[in-house]
């Protein structure tokens, strides 16, 4: 069944699958602005960028078979973040994006490493999450409204080709 990562509800946080959704779909510009602070923290790859292919697979209806519609480039990338709060202890930031951008993956990986730091979770749910959920509910309403209005009400059609067929009749 397919979840909204947007709209967590009130009062409910995000889990870290929602987190890592909204950030594999943030634009690049949110993250490197959001993220110039930590961006220069050191790292230790575990899992370095690299792109493949990926299968896509989609459902008749939603709810029949399943069956295998294609496949997508994706981008991967796991890190080890050393937190100021976690001074012993190292955070294992993981991400897949879309496409190629090695530098997109490499900056969700560092925000979900951060976000998983109880002591910096509450800022970047602020200062990053936040920002990108409004971006994604804007271009969504744009994507609604370019969709209706290429809508036809085929129930006016189908009344205005028939008032054809009858003067045709007479």
């Known amino acids: 069944m397919f979840q909204a990562f947007d709209n967590p ?3 409910r946080p ?9 950030l594999a779909r943030a634009p690049i510009g949110l993250l490197e602005t ?8 050191p790292a230790r790859w575990l899992r370095a960028p690299e792109t493949g292919l990926m299968m896509v697979q989609g459902r008749a209806g939603g709810t029949g078979e399943r069956f295998n519609l294609g ?5 991967r990338c ?3 973040v050393q937190t100021p709060s976690q001074a012993d202890d190292a955070t294992v930031g993981v991400a897949y994006v879309l496409g190629r951008s090695h530098r997109h993956v490499q900056l969700a990986a560092l925000a979900d490493a951060l ?3 109880p002591a910096r979770q509450p800022a970047l749910q602020v200062q990053l999450l936040e920002p990108i959920r409004s971006h ?8 609604q409204a370019r969709a209706a209005s290429t809508k036809v009400d085929f129930f006016t059609v189908a009344r205005e ?4 067929t009858d003067e045709d009749d007479e």
């Open 161 to 164: 080709s028939g008032a054809d």
């Open 71 to 75: 496949e997508v480039t994706v981008t």
């Open 136 to 143: 994604l509910r804007r271009s969504q309403a744009i994507r």
């Open 9 to 11: 509800g009130p009062g």
């Open 34 to 41: 959001a993220l110039q602070d930590d961006a220069s923290r």
């Open 14 to 22: 995000l889990d870290r699958a929602q987190w890592m959704a909204l």
């Open 115 to 117: 976000l998983q730091d």
């Open 78 to 80: 796991a890190l080890r």
